[in-house]
């Protein structure tokens, strides 16, 4: 509790400098309006205007920045328009009993979700299983580690069309797979490396400790590495599905997608709206935050229950 | 091979390899620890006192010389869970309640569930820690901690018992409780203990025998047969006899380290 108050300071200071921010973003939208309307704007004509600052705009023009606050298709949308179309998009659907409309963000944060949800279990399974491999196995921790670092270094944007492009080649159908293929992509490295340093974790008298009791290798993985590895694992696991959500996202963007959050971004960048994107945008973090703190409230439970509570 | 020696060592050499050049933490040493005595090593940092314990405990391999554990080779001895081993640091799983770390060996050593709860039960009384079983480690004290650690290495009634400075990060006030009760414990169990400590006091006060060693390289430099009583009480160091012996022990360490 005691951590609400600087969180919401923070917050006011980035909503604060947001409305701040949207008065130049968008003098030059609404001084054109205004002058269709018939308003009297210096200077005179858009294309001149092109040549004079914002801040030299703002200056002249002053009874007439207020108009950025409510444009239409706003170049920087206020935060209460993007709560607006937020709420139009999920809350008012449900209210009119339309929860699943395409046209919601509930049906695409549904999609993201998804694909995000099975790119986060194969990337945790292929990093835990890679994380075994390269404690125990020297050969393993020579091969593998040096690939999954240089995989983290290509741009998953680049790497997302091939993707797509091969698994149709292999005969899969529809965009789930190689969505949930890209982001277990970016979700296996950290999860990855946070298990490779928990299962590393013991230190060596716990280790020869065991090796007096004669325990086997299964043995001491079981009752030493593994629990020793379950505060680093739900670090990993935290940054691993926000990862995870960044790539499905990532794979809905470049590939045509019509479904999906990262598809509503291309598309409101396409059509020129930025409440579009700002909503997905903001849809997107939410869902982000409650799958982190849904990770976070299973971490505390479980840790309090092996009697590691931080 | 007589069944008294517990352990046998003969001229044993232990040499690491490292960057700056062989290190020899062992030179030499031959030793013999009969059964039931209480023996500790004394020494400066490096003298070997932890390696030899290790030795003994087959947690390194000597490069030279011969050793034997209860007629056998280390070894045999480590996979027919002959000693048990206290470290330094208490090292209980922070996810077990202090009943589960102790029963750790047990599962391991695969003690059915009944077997378990009854020594559990049985060695926490040893180490007076009955009605503790069900809390985790950060809820005791370093000194029960580390009396916890013990009573692990109880568990499994090996006949020896090997310990690495195990009250070496405790205040003196609790080091004085513990080792009273050690040799309390010892007098009950019968068992063969080896002690490396860094204190003289602690040295003396326990031990039927004192080994000084000394670095550079690591050797025994004199062996001391302790003239007190098995029962001690802790104003025994109170006594000429204890502070002769305690002043013996200070000339071997001394004498090691004439040289430097």
């Known amino acids: 509790m005691k951590s609400v108050f600087p969180v919401l300071t923070v917050l006011a200071v980035i909503v604060g400098i947001w409305y701040l921010a949207v008065a130049p973003m968008n003098v030059r939208v609404a001084l054109d309006q205004a002058e269709r309307a018939g308003a009297a704007v210096v200077p005179e004509g858009s294309v001149p205007r092109r040549d004079v600052s914002v801040w030299r705009l703002m200056l002249d023009n002053s009874e007439h920045v207020g108009l950025g606050y409510a444009l239409e298709r706003p170049r920087l949308p206020t935060p209460a328009q993007v709560g607006q179309e937020l709420w139009k998009t999920t809350g008012e659907m449900v209210a009119k009993g339309r929860p699943w409309s395409k046209r919601g963000l509930i049906y695409h944060s549904w999609i993201t979700l998804q694909s995000t949800l099975w790119g986060f279990a194969l990337g945790t399974l292929l990093g835990i299983v890679g994380a075994v491999a390269i404690v125990y196995s020297r050969t393993a921790q020579l091969s593998l580690m040096p690939w999954a670092i240089i995989s983290q270094t290509i741009p998953i944007v680049a790497l997302a069309p091939m993707i797509i492009v091969l698994s149709s080649q292999v005969g899969i159908e529809g965009r789930g797979v190689p969505k949930a293929v890209i982001s277990a992509y970016l979700c296996f490295f950290p999860v990855l490396v946070g298990m490779v340093k928990g299962l590393r974790a013991p230190d060596t008298s716990q280790l020869d400790l065991l090796r007096t009791y004669n325990a086997s290798g299964l043995q001491s993985f079981l009752r030493l590495r593994l629990p020793a590895s379950v505060p680093y694992l739900f670090t990993s696991l935290k940054v691993g599905i926000a990862a995870a959500l960044v790539g499905t996202i990532v794979g809905e963007l470049p590939t045509g997608a019509i479904s999906g959050l990262g598809a509503r971004i291309l598309i409101g960048d396409q059509f020129g709206t930025p409440l579009a994107i700002w909503s997905a945008l903001f849809a997107a973090a939410v869902l982000a935050g409650a799958l982190v703190t849904l990770l976070d409230v299973i971490q505390r439970v479980t840790l309090k229950r092996m009697g590691m509570a931080t | ?260």
């Open chain 2, 1 to 260: 091979m007589t069944t008294q020696n517990v352990v046998q060592a003969k001229s044993l050499d232990l040499t690491f390899q490292t960057n700056d050049g062989p290190v020899h933490a062992l030179k030499g040493v031959s030793l013999d620890i009969a059964k039931g005595d209480f023996v500790s090593f004394i020494g400066p940092s490096g003298c070997g006192k932890t390696t030899f314990l290790r030795c003994m405990a087959d947690l390194e391999q000597p490069t030279g010389g011969a050793i034997t554990v209860n007629g056998t080779t280390p070894e045999e001895a480590r996979k027919s869970r002959a000693y048990g081993y206290v470290f330094q640091a208490a090292g209980l799983y922070p996810w077990r309640t202090i009943g589960r770390n102790i029963s750790l060996p047990l599962e391991i050593m695969g003690y059915s569930k009944a077997e378990q709860a009854d020594r559990v039960a049985r060695t926490l009384e040893l180490v007076e820690l009955s009605g503790f079983e069900k809390k985790f480690p950060w809820q005791l004290s370093g000194g029960m901690q580390q009396r916890a650690s013990i009573a692990r290495a109880l568990a499994f009634d090996a006949d020896i018992l090997l310990m690495d400075e195990p009250f070496g990060a405790l205040d003196e006030i609790v080091r004085d409780h513990l080792n009273e009760q050690l040799l309390q414990l010892w007098a009950r169990t019968e068992k063969t203990i080896a002690f490396v400590t860094h204190s003289i006091p602690e040295a003396v006060y326990l031990s039927t025998k004192i080994v000084v060693m000394s670095p550079r390289p690591g050797r025994i430099t004199d062996v001391i047969e302790s003239t007190l009583p098995r029962e001690r009480p802790l104003d025994i160091r109170e006594s000429p006899e204890f502070l002769q012996i305690a002043h013996r022990v200070r000339d071997g360490l001394r004498a090691g380290h004439a040289y430097d």
